[in-house]
């Protein structure tokens, strides 16, 4: 059975740094792209990131590209988003998924901005 | 960059009824095209992937059509559980995009 646990979320100021990150079990962590999903309150699903299953490719949505980078450590088999000069729209659950159709979710962890 | 329009963004139905579900795509993406249901609390769940093919332990009154520019997502005969948010995905390139999302109430 595919298992995605996301931790890291919290509370965080406005221009500061979060790292997220999802242990993945269950399936082939190396043969699978990952990517990350948002949900601020009230609003809509939004697809952040996806980094291929050999780590060498990573794409980013453009709000926030520049200031999020996604990796993987596979003798974790862990999934991380490093998410730097964090602003108040940023706030939101995110959840891990695993390949480009996300396939299966974690439940998310929830990333408050906020002074 | 793919925009994708989802209706409608609400719908009010009973249980029984059929419910249908549009996405559309601003440029043709084939049938890389995945549905999903969200309900509040939980982990979104994938209902359809590749516009059609049914996700295995997913009900058969879901189902997928379309390809291209136009899909659409049917529920046969809903039943009290489906009452939640569905969301659709194009992920023929970069950024993936999702639909608003469809709440069903």
């Known amino acids: 059975e595919v298992q995605l646990v996301e931790s890291g979320g919290g509370l965080e100021q406005p221009g500061g740094s979060l790292r997220l990150s999802c242990v993945a079990s269950g399936f082939s962590f190396s043969d699978a792209a990952m990517t990350w999903v948002r949900q601020a309150p009230g609003k809509g699903l939004e697809w952040v990131s996806l980094i291929s299953a050999s780590g060498v490719n990573a794409y980013y949505a453009d709000s926030v590209k520049g200031r999020f980078t996604i990796s993987r450590d596979y003798s974790k088999n862990t999934l991380y988003l490093q998410m730097n000069s964090l602003r108040a729209e940023d706030t939101a659950i995110y959840h891990c998924?695993?390949?480009?159709?996300?396939?299966?979710w974690g439940q998310g962890t929830l990333v408050t901005i906020s002074s | 960059d793919i925009q994708v329009t989802q209706s409608p963004s609400s719908l009010s139905a009973s249980v029984g009824d059929r419910v249908t579900i549009t996405c559309r795509a601003s440029q043709g993406i084939g049938n890389d095209l995945g549905w999903y249901q969200r309900k509040p609390g939980k982990a979104p769940k994938r209902l359809i992937h590749?516009?059609?093919s049914l996700q295995s332990g997913v009900p058969s009154r879901f189902s997928g059509s379309g390809s291209g520019t136009e899909f659409t997502l049917t529920i046969s005969s809903l039943q009290p559980e489906d009452f939640a948010t569905y969301y659709c995905?194009?992920?023929?390139?970069?950024?993936?995009?999702f639909g608003g999302g469809t709440k069903v109430e």
């Open positions: 590749f516009a059609s």
């Open positions: 995905l194009q992920h023929k390139s970069f950024p993936l995009s």
């Open positions: 998924a695993k390949d480009i159709q996300l396939s299966d």
